[in-house]
Structures are given as structure tokens and as C-alpha cells.
């Protein structure tokens, strides 16, 4: 089964997301791909850790390539725009061979893991008025996005805590 | 009229060739685009009749008037902060004002999400 889980900045998509897991595992496992760069990413982590805190979650941090990651039985992916931007703007990174990646490294856990809820996010409702770059990383993330929910088994939009399942 | 709406890069107009068959989709407002049966980026074309000094629900209702079975494909951008710019400003408004008077008058409109199309009207 995969699932995926999208929505807004504090929509509340991952606690969604986490309890949507909780249901297939009481232990699975959370890859958490935001890399603590600074302190506001320092704080996110920390919120997200005090979050799942106690609901039985084991974590493993990875920032890329998570298509050679060890996992099976039932997985949380937090989250494919983290994971995206750490491919895109890694010194190897270009927009395409970032979005291959993710999508490829997606494919490779949904074969190894029973289960697995893949949280992404919505970025590109407030028009184009962006730089290139920007642009870019907003287009591969449409694309992921789309590629991921084709693939999905369930597909859920997040909207101040209430999930709509589009798919 | 379909109209169908979502973010930028959310995977409109794979839908739309997916979903009605459509081979090619023209951009709104474009010479010869009068009869197309899909017509993409009316959100742009609300931004180029404003610039014009044009009036846009009179281009709206004129685009349906001509071509009654058009789909017409538009970015949601009025979900972020307000635009320092006062025309971007305007035009944001301008045209989520321009998406309500489609969707009155559309027999459907359709919201895609992660290129996932969903009725909702």
C-alpha cells in the first residue's frame, strides 16, 4: 500500500500522515529527509520530533539518495520537498536528475516496504512570480507530485487538519 | 464550458489530454485559439486584457459566447501573501473574481490537485 499525503505549510498533513501509518505498524519506521541546516530548520525538527514523541515511531534520517535505504515492513517518508530541494540544490543536483531521483527512490521503497505514506506539499497557489530557480524546484515538485499520485493507492489533500481523499 | 483550475505545475493540462481526449490545448486569448477545444493560462489572459485597459468579464463572457464547449484551463494564484506590486496585486484579485464568473457559468469545474482532477461543481 502507498499512500500519499499533501497539503499547505501547518495544514497538518503529517499528523495526518503519522496516524494514517499507525494503522498498518505500531512501530514504523520514520525517514525523515529535512536536513537541521539552521536553526528554524533546528526548531522544525525539534516540533516534529516532540510531535511523534511516545506514538511508537523508529527514525532514520536520511537527506538524499533514499533509494538504498534499509527499510521494510511499514515506512513514514517526511517529506518529498525536503527531499527534492536536498537533491536539487546538492553540488550534483539539476532540476531533472533531482526529480528522478525521488521518484525512483519512492518506487524503490514502496517494492521493499509493505507500506508506505509519503508526505509532499503544495507550493504553487500563489502564482509564478518567482525566480528561476524557484520556478524550477516548484515545476519538478508539480511533476513529482503528479508521477507519486499516479502511482498512489490513496491520495489525501490536507486542509487545516481535515483530509479530503481526492484518490 | 469546463473549467478547470488548480496550481501552477499541479498537472492541468496532462489532465485535461488525459481526461477529454485533447491533442492540442491553445493559449487563451491567442489569434486563432477562437475555436480550440481546450484553451490554457486564462490567467495570463486576464493579466493581458488588464494591461489593455480592458474589461474582463466582458472578455470572459465573450470567450464563452464564441466558443460555448471550450475548456478553459486557469492558475490558481490567490493563495499566497499579498504582492508588494500594486498591479500584481490587482490582477491577483482581478482574477480570482474572473475564476468566479467562469465557474457560474461552467457546466463543470474541475480542481487538480497532484494532477488528480476533482468535480467540484
Known amino acids: 500500500m502507498f499512500i500519499l499525503v499533501t497539503g499547505g505549510a501547518g495544514s497538518g498533513k503529517s499528523e495526518f500522515a503519522e496516524n494514517k501509518t499507525l494503522l498498518f505498524d505500531a512501530n514504523p519506521l520514520y525517514i525523515a529527509a529535512m536536513e537541521p541546516s539552521g536553526s528554524e530548520a533546528a526548531r522544525r525538527i525539534e516540533r516534529h520530533r516532540a510531535a511523534r514523541a511516545g506514538k511508537g515511531f523508529k527514525t532514520a534520517e536520511r537527506y538524499t539518495d533514499i533509494k538504498n535505504l534499509d527499510v521494510g515492513g511499514t515506512a513514514l517518508l517526511e517529506c518529498i520537498s525536503n527531499l527534492l530541494a536536498n537533491e536539487m540544490f546538492s553540488p550534483t543536483g539539476s ?5 528522478k531521483e525521488v521518484i525512483e527512490g519512492v518506487r524503490a521503497l514502496c517494492g521493499r516496504c509493505a507500506n508506505l505514506v509519503a ?15 524557484t520556478l524550477s524546484y516548484m515545476k519538478a515538485l508539480g511533476y513529482v507530485n503528479a508521477v507519486l499520485a499516479k502511482k ?16 | 464550458m469546463i473549467f478547470v483550475l488548480g496550481g501552477a505545475y499541479s498537472g492541468k493540462s496532462d489532465y485535461v489530454r488525459e481526461a477529454f481526449g485533447v491533442t492540442d490545448i491553445a493559449e487563451c486569448g491567442a489569434p486563432g485559439s477562437e475555436n480550440a477545444r481546450a484553451v490554457r493560462n486564462f490567467h495570463l489572459y486576464v493579466r493581458d486584457v488588464m494591461r ?13 459566447r464564441s466558443n460555448p464547449d471550450v475548456i478553459i484551463i486557469s492558475d490558481e494564484i490567490g493563495c499566497g501573501i499579498v504582492p508588494e506590486d500594486a498591479f500584481m496585486r490587482e490582477w491577483r484579485e482581478t482574477a480570482g473574481r474572473a475564476h468566479c464568473f467562469l465557474a457560474k457559468r461552467a457546466k463543470n469545474v474541475i480542481r487538480v490537485v497532484c494532477g488528480i482532477g476533482r468535480v467540484i461543481k
Open chain 1, 119 to 133: 508526505v509532499t506539499n503544495e507550493t504553487s497557489c500563489a502564482g509564478r512570480d518567482y525566480g528561476e530557480g
Open chain 2, 52 to 64: 489593455r485597459g480592458g474589461d474582463v468579464e466582458k472578455c470572459a463572457e465573450e470567450l464563452i
Open chain 1, 152 to 167: 498512489a493507492d490513496e491520495v489525501y489533500e490536507v486542509c487545516a487538519s481535515a483530509a479530503i481523499r481526492i484518490k
Open chain 1, 95 to 99: 532540476p531533472e536528475r533531482a526529480a
